[in-house]
């Protein structure tokens, strides 16, 4: 594998000096783009587009020809695991995610296996290999999965959900019920992210999309138990270095303390917490990744270098931030936009890494 | 006006001593109870049923003739105001909430006015009076009204919205407008709360369904301030007895401190803060209103009146909590599992009131 030429990216996750704050963007390569929306028409669907890993490599590359990113994220859905479970997901324009066989009740949940990633999800591990090729030591790769309570809640769902009825009726009367089906989920993306680390993601980030629907005991029991046992079968370790690992609870800003003593190496922070208190809920035990509302996009570039200098401050100096959205980036924004943001962060961020300010 | 028969609810709200938790449910009036949905057919459409004070008052009562409910709550739609000011409201079924005319540039929020309660919005000020002969000094009766920061989201976007670009866009990037419209929308919501009293209601509720979306800071500038600017203009006395106040901000537990500084009675609290950490948030400056999940209500009678301890145990002894939901009453509810919760907040609660642990 050729040496990293920037590892900005890596160094901020494992809190280690850096010259500017590295910066990516949560769905970077995605229709905001003219030049994805051209590879997703050639592709056709959306999971065609996910299952060609040649087609995935170009998309998960565009975003790095037009911007001075840090970061490239492997380019795939976060419901590529239940579809291996014989789900079958498909994509209704308009509508989202959909299953054609949700998992309903006791007999679902015991009949699901844990996929094999070489053998069932090949083209996962075949799109994390080419982009590694095809990067060739630009940037770091990131990989990633859905939590367990995540993709439990699309399982049992069999669609996204405004209210989570079915799965909560499920988790408030079958708690060991839903216990069996996390915990399977839970094997399975553990061996899902290691074979992510085999085939060459360099780090790794676990989307929990729907943590935040839950009470605060009930995230620590279905959500937070599960990441943390994936951490621990995670190999951290991949062609002598350290693999840090993300955790992304969206809306849990109030649960950043319990999160940061699973051993995760970096949170993601949506905006309703600012860094600043996020980082006093952490107390520098791990780095925090965002979190500008992807909705300043809309904005002028000026004032999106505005809102890029009050994300900044309020993480402020010393090392540990990974500059990001808190959201993925909407569809309808314009990309001379994310150029503005990602060139602020570069250039406003020096100051906060000054040798004399240095921790 | 006949005197209270029960007062605990606004007993509670004013934090002074209870027998037993107060306890009412947000959409307590809803699709859940077949007679509703009887209603519902006989009037027409959602809007035809608000507009109607006689079946609004059928319906707001029908709850209270099941359940033993501490508190009734005025059937409306929180869009009102924005329809008396002529955007259009209309319901497309399965779709929620539109506007024909939303707001979208200078010329439209400059052209708005103030609607006088009596005179354009008539059929609530009609529906409130019908109520409170009707219910005759059982329960009392709640009015209530959306934020400005979440009616103008509706006025902006024209319809609810998954990630509120069109108003975020414009707050970014023309706080001004979105000031004047937030402004307008105030002394509008102030007008309707203070008809609603001049009416017979004797508790207010301002439900902020969406201030969770914003960034901490923007949340105090344009959700919080206005809200505060609606509690300095009300008649905050009626009928010689003080008219409690609720701040609801879905998703706003980590600013329930800055909340109860604005001179509201209580606040609603939803579940993914624990009561516990909501009363020390708060430091007993005002009473807390929740916070069961409603999908507990999937659930059995005997894991819903476990859950319902969980709740009274968290708030804890001493005055100043009224029993709710963390939201509205999910359609496919069964009606009985709505009295085991009313039943088991009766029964339980008891042990917090008790003499000795009185504050």
Same mark, same amino acid.
């Given at each position: 594998m050729p040496n990293l030429k920037n590892d900005r990216f890596l160094r901020a996750l494992l809190r280690q000096p850096v010259d500017v704050t590295p910066v990516w963007m949560m769905? !970077?390569?995605?229709?905001?783009l003219p030049e994805y929306r051209a590879s997703r028409a050639q592709a056709g669907s959306f999971l065609d587009l996910c299952q060609n890993p040649d087609l995935a490599c170009e998309v998960t590359l565009q975003p790095l020809e037009r911007f001075p990113l840090d970061a490239a994220i492997l380019f /795939?859905?976060?419901l590529t695991i239940p579809d291996a479970m014989g789900l079958g997901l498909y994509f209704s324009e308009g509508e989202g995610p959909r299953f054609r066989n949700p998992v309903r009740d006791e007999r679902g949940i015991k009949a699901l296996g844990v996929p094999d990633p070489? !053998?069932?999800?090949g083209y996962v591990m075949d799109a994390v290999r080419t982009i590694r090729r095809e990067l060739d030591g630009r940037v770091p790769l990131i990989g990633f999965s859905g939590s367990p309570w995540t993709l439990a809640t699309y399982m049992v769902e069999g669609a996204g959900s405004k209210n989570f009825s079915q799965i909560k009726g499920m988790m408030f009367d079958r708690p060991d019920l839903i216990e069996q089906l996390l915990g399977t989920v839970a094997d399975a993306v553990t061996a899902y992210l290691n074979g992510q680390i085999a085939a060459g993601a360099q780090a790794l980030m676990i989307f929990d999309t729907w943590g935040g629907v839950l009470s605060p005991g009930n995230y620590r029991k279905y959500s937070l138990a599960y990441m943390d046992r994936i951490l621990k079968g995670l190999h951290r370790e991949s062609e002598g270095q350290r693999v840090p690992v993300i955790l992304f609870t969206k809306g849990g800003g109030d649960w950043l303390g319990d999160m940061a003593r699973t051993g995760c190496d970096g949170l993601g922070v949506d905006w309703t917490t600012d860094l600043s208190d996020a980082r006093r809920r952490v107390q520098d035990r791990v780095a925090l990744q965002g979190n500008l509302?992807?909705?300043?996009?809309?904005? /002028?570039p000026k004032r999106i270098r505005e809102e890029v200098q009050r994300v900044l401050a309020s993480y #402020?100096? #010393?090392?540990?931030h990974v500059f990001n959205l808190g959201h993925g980036i909407h569809p309808g924004v314009n990309p001379d936009h994310a150029l503005a943001l990602v060139e602020a962060v570069h250039e406003l961020s020096p100051q906060y890494h000054s040798a004399t300010n240095l921790e």
């Open positions: 769905r !970077q390569a995605g229709r905001y /795939s859905d976060i070489e !053998q069932d999800l509302d992807p909705c300043v996009l809309y904005a /002028s #402020g100096h #010393g090392p540990g």
